[in-house]
Antibody, heavy 119, light 108 residues
Protein backbone atom coordinates (compact mmCIF):
# COMPACT_ATOMS: atom_id res chain seq x y z
CA UNK A 1 0.00 0.00 0.00
CA UNK A 2 1.26 3.46 -0.90
CA UNK A 3 2.34 5.62 2.04
CA UNK A 4 3.22 9.30 1.92
CA UNK A 5 5.15 11.39 4.44
CA UNK A 6 5.61 15.15 4.39
CA UNK A 7 8.72 16.81 5.75
CA UNK A 8 9.96 20.38 6.05
CA UNK A 9 10.09 23.41 8.34
CA UNK A 10 7.10 24.07 10.54
CA UNK A 11 7.75 27.81 10.68
CA UNK A 12 8.43 30.17 7.78
CA UNK A 13 8.92 33.93 7.93
CA UNK A 14 6.68 36.26 5.92
CA UNK A 15 7.94 36.97 2.37
CA UNK A 16 10.15 33.87 2.42
CA UNK A 17 9.69 30.58 0.54
CA UNK A 18 7.93 27.56 1.98
CA UNK A 19 9.56 24.26 0.95
CA UNK A 20 8.17 20.81 1.65
CA UNK A 21 9.03 17.31 0.48
CA UNK A 22 6.81 14.24 0.23
CA UNK A 23 8.45 10.82 0.39
CA UNK A 24 6.53 7.97 -1.21
CA UNK A 25 6.93 4.41 0.01
CA UNK A 26 5.21 1.14 -0.84
CA UNK A 27 5.11 1.99 -4.51
CA UNK A 28 6.77 3.95 -7.28
CA UNK A 29 5.85 7.35 -8.63
CA UNK A 30 5.00 5.85 -12.01
CA UNK A 31 1.60 6.35 -13.60
CA UNK A 32 -0.03 8.53 -10.98
CA UNK A 33 -0.67 12.17 -10.18
CA UNK A 34 1.00 13.60 -7.11
CA UNK A 35 -0.69 16.54 -5.44
CA UNK A 36 -0.20 19.05 -2.69
CA UNK A 37 -3.31 20.09 -0.76
CA UNK A 38 -3.51 22.49 2.18
CA UNK A 39 -6.10 23.09 4.84
CA UNK A 40 -6.14 26.19 7.05
CA UNK A 41 -7.33 25.35 10.57
CA UNK A 42 -11.11 24.94 10.62
CA UNK A 43 -11.48 25.44 6.86
CA UNK A 44 -11.98 23.31 3.79
CA UNK A 45 -9.07 21.70 1.92
CA UNK A 46 -7.57 23.68 -0.97
CA UNK A 47 -5.76 21.97 -3.84
CA UNK A 48 -2.41 23.58 -4.61
CA UNK A 49 -1.30 21.59 -7.65
CA UNK A 50 -0.05 18.30 -9.02
CA UNK A 51 2.81 16.77 -10.94
CA UNK A 52 2.55 13.63 -13.03
CA UNK A 53 5.24 10.97 -13.39
CA UNK A 54 6.10 12.43 -16.77
CA UNK A 55 6.67 15.81 -15.11
CA UNK A 56 3.52 17.56 -16.28
CA UNK A 57 2.37 20.12 -13.74
CA UNK A 58 -0.91 21.88 -13.09
CA UNK A 59 -1.50 24.52 -10.43
CA UNK A 60 -4.42 26.20 -8.72
CA UNK A 61 -4.91 29.47 -10.63
CA UNK A 62 -5.08 31.39 -7.36
CA UNK A 63 -1.55 30.26 -6.43
CA UNK A 64 0.04 29.71 -9.84
CA UNK A 65 2.33 32.74 -9.72
CA UNK A 66 3.93 31.54 -6.44
CA UNK A 67 3.95 27.73 -6.72
CA UNK A 68 6.37 25.17 -8.10
CA UNK A 69 6.12 21.37 -7.78
CA UNK A 70 8.98 19.11 -8.77
CA UNK A 71 9.77 15.39 -8.87
CA UNK A 72 12.83 13.36 -7.85
CA UNK A 73 12.25 9.84 -9.09
CA UNK A 74 15.62 8.62 -7.80
CA UNK A 75 14.50 9.35 -4.25
CA UNK A 76 10.78 8.59 -4.79
CA UNK A 77 9.97 12.14 -3.68
CA UNK A 78 8.12 15.17 -4.91
CA UNK A 79 8.42 18.69 -3.55
CA UNK A 80 6.52 21.94 -3.12
CA UNK A 81 7.85 25.46 -3.17
CA UNK A 82 5.56 28.39 -2.34
CA UNK A 83 7.16 31.81 -2.53
CA UNK A 84 6.38 35.15 -0.90
CA UNK A 85 4.35 33.61 1.89
CA UNK A 86 2.04 35.54 4.19
CA UNK A 87 0.00 34.62 7.26
CA UNK A 88 -2.76 33.49 4.89
CA UNK A 89 -0.53 30.58 3.88
CA UNK A 90 -0.59 29.15 7.41
CA UNK A 91 -2.16 25.70 7.07
CA UNK A 92 -1.73 21.96 7.35
CA UNK A 93 -0.05 20.87 4.14
CA UNK A 94 -0.80 17.40 2.79
CA UNK A 95 0.67 15.45 -0.06
CA UNK A 96 -1.75 13.08 -1.78
CA UNK A 97 -2.12 10.94 -4.84
CA UNK A 98 -4.87 10.19 -7.38
CA UNK A 99 -4.62 6.57 -8.48
CA UNK A 100 -7.73 6.86 -10.62
CA UNK A 101 -6.43 9.57 -12.92
CA UNK A 102 -5.98 13.32 -12.84
CA UNK A 103 -9.67 13.87 -12.13
CA UNK A 104 -9.98 10.99 -9.70
CA UNK A 105 -10.40 11.20 -5.97
CA UNK A 106 -7.36 11.53 -3.73
CA UNK A 107 -6.81 7.95 -2.66
CA UNK A 108 -3.81 8.25 -0.38
CA UNK A 109 -2.79 11.12 1.85
CA UNK A 110 0.17 11.89 4.05
CA UNK A 111 -0.48 12.66 7.69
CA UNK A 112 -0.01 16.37 7.02
CA UNK A 113 2.42 18.90 8.37
CA UNK A 114 1.48 22.21 9.98
CA UNK A 115 3.29 25.19 8.53
CA UNK A 116 2.94 28.51 10.31
CA UNK A 117 3.96 31.79 8.70
CA UNK A 118 5.16 34.18 11.34
CA UNK A 119 8.09 36.44 12.10
CA UNK B 1 -15.98 29.58 -10.58
CA UNK B 2 -17.95 26.54 -9.53
CA UNK B 3 -19.36 26.44 -5.97
CA UNK B 4 -20.18 23.39 -3.85
CA UNK B 5 -22.61 23.94 -0.98
CA UNK B 6 -22.90 21.66 2.05
CA UNK B 7 -24.92 22.08 5.26
CA UNK B 8 -22.59 22.92 8.15
CA UNK B 9 -23.94 20.16 10.34
CA UNK B 10 -26.05 17.02 10.43
CA UNK B 11 -27.07 15.17 13.58
CA UNK B 12 -28.32 11.60 13.80
CA UNK B 13 -28.89 8.99 16.49
CA UNK B 14 -26.89 5.76 16.51
CA UNK B 15 -28.38 3.14 14.22
CA UNK B 16 -30.20 5.71 12.11
CA UNK B 17 -29.35 6.87 8.59
CA UNK B 18 -27.40 10.06 7.87
CA UNK B 19 -27.75 11.88 4.57
CA UNK B 20 -25.20 14.56 3.72
CA UNK B 21 -25.90 16.62 0.62
CA UNK B 22 -23.61 18.55 -1.67
CA UNK B 23 -25.23 21.10 -3.96
CA UNK B 24 -23.86 22.52 -7.18
CA UNK B 25 -25.13 23.76 -10.52
CA UNK B 26 -25.81 20.61 -12.60
CA UNK B 27 -23.50 18.62 -10.33
CA UNK B 28 -25.04 15.47 -11.81
CA UNK B 29 -22.88 16.06 -14.89
CA UNK B 30 -19.70 15.94 -12.81
CA UNK B 31 -17.93 13.20 -10.90
CA UNK B 32 -18.16 13.62 -7.13
CA UNK B 33 -15.75 12.29 -4.53
CA UNK B 34 -16.41 12.22 -0.77
CA UNK B 35 -13.96 12.35 2.14
CA UNK B 36 -14.27 11.64 5.85
CA UNK B 37 -11.99 13.64 8.15
CA UNK B 38 -11.79 12.81 11.83
CA UNK B 39 -10.31 15.43 14.19
CA UNK B 40 -6.56 15.74 13.85
CA UNK B 41 -6.39 13.31 10.94
CA UNK B 42 -5.98 13.54 7.18
CA UNK B 43 -9.05 13.15 4.97
CA UNK B 44 -9.94 9.63 3.87
CA UNK B 45 -11.61 8.92 0.54
CA UNK B 46 -14.89 7.10 1.22
CA UNK B 47 -16.67 7.44 -2.15
CA UNK B 48 -15.16 8.07 -5.58
CA UNK B 49 -16.79 8.76 -8.94
CA UNK B 50 -20.22 9.34 -7.35
CA UNK B 51 -20.93 5.91 -5.91
CA UNK B 52 -17.83 3.71 -5.73
CA UNK B 53 -16.32 2.57 -2.45
CA UNK B 54 -12.57 2.17 -2.03
CA UNK B 55 -11.37 -1.08 -0.52
CA UNK B 56 -11.92 -1.12 3.23
CA UNK B 57 -14.89 1.26 3.24
CA UNK B 58 -18.00 -0.44 4.67
CA UNK B 59 -21.02 -1.13 2.47
CA UNK B 60 -23.24 0.98 4.73
CA UNK B 61 -21.58 4.06 3.15
CA UNK B 62 -22.97 4.88 -0.27
CA UNK B 63 -23.24 7.79 -2.69
CA UNK B 64 -25.45 9.09 -5.46
CA UNK B 65 -25.45 12.07 -7.79
CA UNK B 66 -28.20 13.59 -9.90
CA UNK B 67 -29.43 16.97 -10.98
CA UNK B 68 -28.10 19.67 -8.67
CA UNK B 69 -27.41 17.45 -5.65
CA UNK B 70 -24.96 14.72 -4.72
CA UNK B 71 -25.72 12.72 -1.57
CA UNK B 72 -23.59 10.70 0.81
CA UNK B 73 -25.62 8.17 2.80
CA UNK B 74 -24.36 6.48 5.94
CA UNK B 75 -26.66 3.72 7.16
CA UNK B 76 -26.69 2.27 10.68
CA UNK B 77 -24.62 5.20 11.96
CA UNK B 78 -22.03 4.45 14.63
CA UNK B 79 -20.17 6.69 17.05
CA UNK B 80 -17.04 6.20 14.95
CA UNK B 81 -18.73 7.90 11.98
CA UNK B 82 -18.62 11.23 13.77
CA UNK B 83 -16.40 13.41 11.56
CA UNK B 84 -16.34 16.16 8.98
CA UNK B 85 -17.37 15.11 5.48
CA UNK B 86 -16.28 16.95 2.33
CA UNK B 87 -17.47 16.59 -1.25
CA UNK B 88 -15.06 17.33 -4.11
CA UNK B 89 -15.35 17.73 -7.88
CA UNK B 90 -13.10 18.81 -10.71
CA UNK B 91 -14.13 22.32 -11.76
CA UNK B 92 -13.87 22.24 -15.54
CA UNK B 93 -14.16 26.03 -15.85
CA UNK B 94 -11.08 26.75 -13.76
CA UNK B 95 -9.55 23.32 -14.46
CA UNK B 96 -8.77 22.28 -10.92
CA UNK B 97 -10.35 20.30 -8.09
CA UNK B 98 -12.49 22.09 -5.50
CA UNK B 99 -13.95 21.03 -2.17
CA UNK B 100 -17.25 21.78 -0.52
CA UNK B 101 -17.33 23.61 2.79
CA UNK B 102 -17.75 20.42 4.77
CA UNK B 103 -20.49 18.95 6.97
CA UNK B 104 -19.90 18.00 10.57
CA UNK B 105 -21.73 14.76 11.36
CA UNK B 106 -22.67 14.49 15.02
CA UNK B 107 -23.82 11.18 16.44
CA UNK B 108 -26.23 11.94 19.27
Amino acid sequence: QVQLQESGPGLVKPSETLSLTCTVSGGSLGGYYWSWIRQPPGKRPEWIGYISFSGTTKYNPSLRSRVSISLDTSKNQFSLRLSSVTAADTAIYYCATSIGGAHGGFDYWGQGTLVAVSS
Amino acid sequence: SYVLTQPPSVSVAPGETARIVCGGNNIGSKSVHWYQQRPGQAPVLVIYYDSNRPSGIPERISGSNSGNTATLVISRVEAGDEADYYCQVWDSSSDHPIFGGGTKLTVL
